[in-house]
């Protein structure tokens, strides 16, 4: 438990802090000081009354100065002596016992400092007021001349701070102004390898000398001149090849670029399609929901399509899926099997069909009534439309394995032609980089003779009599012209065909001008997407009607 305390009883306490300040504490002092002998010597010479001045042992007024540290430094050892020394509730039993007004202190503490000790071996200094007096004025004086130093420095520093100021906007004018490097400079880049981060800035800057080219291009130097720095930086910074950059130069503005190819190196959203012969979009969305799958309707112009933010499980592997309520498909490939509209009874073609989601789409929008002929050239990706057809319930289609361009031959009379064309894929960049390095002029020209032989076939294949169709839909994964709107102009003069609406509400004209080429007024009515515009897949989607099933006996173009 403790002792209990009787304030009646007063125990003798050894003397405190402020006790030791009193007269008659000389011994007790020398206990704390160094030196104690010269303690009591001081503290005696302190209580005799003043003597005649004698002459000054140690130092002199000259070296005022230095003694001016050693009473600083005492002080600050005095100070925290007086925090560390004893605790509170002890001074304060020592202020009831000893009896000592503050006046007696006050004096006490001028005695305390006439007596400091200095560090520097002084054993006897004199306390008189003179020598006080001169350092208070030797003090008064120092103090002008810091003050004086102070103001200089004020000044130098606001000379410094205007000069800075002033180099920091004659950097912000250079920088404005972009300055075409020279050609050796350009000649050394090419040898030495550049910061990627320096290049962006050079990439901002010149774009921005060309969308102003008027009121910021250096003078004697021409637009093909930024042109060509701007096609190096973009090769360099995004990994293109400069065939593949010019093409992209010259498709898009400037600025539209920059943003295209931003784009690629994003992959688009996840996005799967509801089996409407299995479910419905809402109860497909709440079964996702319950599994941990974060998701949303993927727009107003689609009633079947979800987007994808993240899932706690494998969106490929759920039971939902394994049961064949959803497939897994990009949006962008929503756009053509829309644009046909196939109706339910009606003789479908899908020339390409791998790997069936367009097909399983078409035979969901036809309610598994009539007939589609499923059909690819390349055998082993027909294994996947086979297994996504019978996961999905598709109950109408059928599988076979022709080449396109012979399948007239094979079978003809359809209402209705889907022909997703093989292509360059440019407009899957995000999902295929190998394409900005991997393609070259012969590969898009390789790719648009095949495409305008294709169209041909499945024009050819179409049943221009239908009662209820006598459509086509082209459409391919590029944004090269020589794939789009080159094929189907070229198809327009070889067949009795002519360009309808897809019905899409979105998306961008077609080309009708590009470059030296002119096309048929009609395909304004075709529809281009971007990745940076629509945040799917680069594509084009066109939809013809045939008129007549005769094929004109005019000359074949040396362009096929």
């Not at 042992?57 to 002080?75: C, I, M, V, Y």
């Not at 006080?132 to 003050?147: G, H, L, Y």
């Not at 069936?356 to 499923?374: E, F, H, P, S």
């Not at 327009?492 to 004209?509: A, P, Q």
């Amino acid at each position: 438990m403790g002792r209990k305390l009787d304030p009646t009883i007063k125990v003798k306490r050894g003397p405190g802090r402020k006790a030791r300040k009193q007269k008659g504490a000389e011994t007790e002092l020398s206990k704390f000081l160094v030196d104690g002998k010269a303690a009591i010597k001081r503290a005696q010479v302190t209580e005799e009354p003043k003597q005649e001045e004698k002459p000054k042992k140690g130092f002199s007024d000259e070296n005022s100065k230095w003694l001016k540290p050693a009473q600083g430094k005492r002080k600050i050892e005095q100070s925290e002596e007086d925090e560390d020394s004893d605790s509170q509730w002890e001074e304060d039993d020592d202020e009831d016992e000893e009896g000592f007004d503050n006046k007696e202190m006050e004096e006490k503490g001028e005695d305390d400092d006439e007596d400091m000790v200095d560090d520097y071996g002084a054993d006897e200094q004199d306390s008189d007021g003179e020598e006080s007096d001169d350092d208070d004025d030797e003090d008064e004086e120092e103090k002008d001349d810091d003050d004086d130093d102070e103001e200089e420095k004020d000044d130098l520093k606001e000379d410094e701070e205007e000069e800075e100021e002033d180099t920091v906007q004659a950097n912000i004018d250079e920088t404005e102004k972009f300055i075409l490097p020279a050609a050796a400079d350009r000649a050394k880049e090419g040898l030495l390898p550049m910061d990627l981060q320096t290049i962006h800035q050079r990439i901002k800057d010149n774009v921005d000398v060309l969308s102003h080219f008027s009121e910021k291009r250096e003078e004697g130097k021409e637009r093909s001149e930024y042109l060509s720095l701007l096609r190096s930086d973009l090769c360099t910074y995004y990994s293109y090849n400069e065939f593949l950059i010019s093409k992209l130069m010259d498709l898009f503005p400037v600025s539209e670029l920059i943003d295209f190819l931003e784009a690629n190196e994003i992959h688009r959203p996840v996005t799967i399609r509801t089996n409407t012969l299995k479910t419905r979009r809402r109860d497909l969305a709440q079964a996702l929901i319950n599994r941990g799958v974060n998701l949303d309707p993927l727009g107003k112009w689609s009633k079947v399509g979800l987007v994808i933010y993240d899932s706690s499980v494998p969106v490929g592997a759920t039971p939902e899926y394994l049961s064949g309520q959803y497939m897994l498909q990009g949006a962008s490939s929503f756009l053509p099997v829309m644009a046909l509209s196939p109706q339910e009874g009606e003789l479908v073609l899908d020339m390409s069909s791998a790997p069936g989601g367009k097909t399983t789409y078409m035979a969901q929008l036809m309610r598994n009534t009539g007939m589609i002929v499923a059909n690819d050239a390349n055998a082993d990706r027909l294994k996947s439309v086979v297994g996504n057809i019978h996961r999905l319930g598709v109950t109408n289609a059928v599988i076979c394995n022709y080449d396109g361009r012979q399948f007239p031959k094979v079978m003809g009379g359809f209402d209705r032609v889907l022909l997703d064309a093989p292509c360059s894929g440019t407009g899957v960049i995000s999902k295929d980089p190998g394409v900005k390095t991997g393609k070259d002029e012969a590969d898009i020209l390789r790719s648009a003779h095949l495409q305008k032989e294709l169209i041909l076939s499945a024009i050819d294949s179409v049943n221009a009599d239908s009662p209820t169709g006598g459509y086509l839909v082209y459409c391919t994964c590029s944004i090269m012209v020589e794939e789009n709107e080159w094929v189907v102009d070229y198809a327009l003069k070889k067949r009795n065909v002519k360009l309808v609406s897809t019905g899409l509400d979105f998306g961008k004209e077609g080309f009708i001008r590009f470059k030296e080429r002119r096309f048929h007024p009609s395909l304004k009515l075709s529809r281009r997407f971007y990745p940076h515009s629509h945040n799917m897949d680069g594509f084009f989607v066109a939809k013809l009607k045939k008129l007549s099933n005769a094929i004109p006996t005019t000359p074949r173009e040396t362009g096929l």
